[in-house]
């Protein structure tokens, strides 16, 4: 058997043809003699990521290897690690994982074939109290390292999950990470699920979401790439009942080398639904970022309602962006639209800006957090709404390029000396 | 020494010339008036004073409180004490007005070596600017001019006027999209901000702003040049016998 490493590698070639996947390419981010995580129990260092005022219950992982034990709550409410969670409920786990709608692809089944490890989060149906988790997802080691994680999550009908997803690394670590998030909502549930990725210049990433909505459920998630070398959000919803509500949103903000892809697929199966995709990035020095956004709307899913917009600013003539936002309708009694548009900043409202004494610098800040500020008003979970507000003004100091230590790792405060003068938000006032 | 001084400008956008050899003199608590039909040149030539990137400045100069501006960014001049109440405003969806003037507001301060406004001072200085254009508090708390109407575009730029109290304030066509109650208190407000430390240079078509803000001086602007210049009455002279009349005088003089 071939390694699983090569295996990766060798997928790229087979999907040649295939318009989701073909301009899939993390070459660049794997060098010669990377290798699989050690596979020894990992320990749990001190990793603050954490976020003033979130009340969350944190669950760590550690090049692939989840360090909580797994836990169960007199509720029924379980939650740990989905090897332990594969011991102590093999039928739940097995009737599950794997089985979320997706559309076939080989990076997945490579996954589920050989990942290390990951979180399992189950809320059975009637939970009264909202649970919340953070999931860290670290990446810590001194050689390069290919990993898989696996996260399941199944909430029943009726109850509440905010879920926040950090992926990060730390200092010089090199890695390209498959990681693959189920998340099977029954009826009348709601779920926010946060993905915050904030890696360095040497990881690559292949984050897959998929989500399965039964009748009446809702679900928002919101996508913030604040900083990594590659990183490819692969993201599926499916809303197999009526009177499903989702929004999804992102937002890429990147520079140097640095490439963010985000797909995202929208299946409309059933009548009555609703869908909201608003989705925007600034591309600095020579990065490149894509969007491609499928809404699916089926023969028999009459009163749909599904819009997507897509927005990016691009800083140099080197940066490079393709927008793909595409709406395929079967039947006549819809409410959809799709948008794309990408520029630059607005020369006259700079004026503007400046025409009242504020200086270059920081009528740009303005004027690019202003931008980002539309999907960060998205996020309904206040504390993390924000703690990114404060990270995305730390980010878009001086252009984008970030301040030494502070945007690599959400735990750190900003130490920069010429912080702009911006540094209202109209909440605080 | 006049406060603004400005000799033999010419200037182009693109490769149009505009202005074609402008002479002018404002002295403080002094209140200017520029008319013309449209097209010669009476936004282009506040436009330079302000800074706007878009017009090129091939002869002359601006000298204001004694110093050539023409090669001073635009945040200077600002901080200066220029202010430019814009002919239309433009909307910047995620900024608040008041995120947008506290951090004029504190940029001037700085400029000017004074201490930052702490949160309640801006604040109380914010309730009462906008008396003097009547703003409601919901205003404030919206995005920059976004969805507003013509007549609240206007009085966020005296608001705005109000907070920055600019030595120099020039206003393009304040009076364009105002109904008669909101052109009252755009005109009220800049009349309470007049003193005899600071000017204004109104531009406008129209005689009717003039009837509230009455100007010490009234220039026509004609094909890149000030033609003639008068008293306020000369507003209504032009109201009555329209810029027909001096076109003719000027064929007459060729």
Redesign the interface.
Known sequence: MTDIIQQFRDIRATLRKNEVWRDVDFSAMMPEGMKLPSGDKAEEKDYPCNIPDLDVTKLTVINGRCVNPYYEEPDGVAYGSLSEARQRRPETVAKYLGKSDKSDNAYERLNATNHEDGIFIFLPAGIKKEYKFQIVNIIDSNEPIFVQTRNLVVVGSGSMLTLLQCDDSIGESRSMSNNVTEIIADSESSVQHYKLQNMNDMSGLLNHSYTQLEEGAQFSTSVITLNGGHIRNHAEVNMRGEHCHVEANGLYLIDKEQQADNYIFVNHLKPHCESHALYKGIMDDSAHASFNGHVLVSDGAVKTEAFQTNRNILLTDKATVQSKPFLEIYNDDVKCSHGSTTGQIDELAMFYIRSRGISERTARTMLLYAFCDEVIQKIALAPLRNRLSDMVKQRLHGELTPCSECALHCNNTCGCNDAPAFEIDPDKL | MALLSIRNLHAKIGDREILKGINLDINKGEVHSIMGPNGNGKSTLAGII?????YTVTEGEVIYNGKNILDM???Q???EGI??G?QY??E?????I???????V???R??RGLDPLS?SEF?KLMEEKKKVVEMTTNLA?R?VNEGFSGGEKKKNEIF?MAM?NPTLAILDETDSGLDIDALRIVANGVNQLRSPENATVVITHYQRLLDYIVPDFVHVLYEGRIVKTGPKELALELEEKGYEWIKKELEAAK
């Open positions: 302000a800074g706007n990137p878009k960014p635009v945040d001049r600002a901080n202010f430019l814009f405003p433009v910047i969806p995620g900024v608040t008041t995120n947008f003037m506290r951090t004029a504190n940029e001037q700085k400029y949160g604040l708390n995005s705005q920055l």
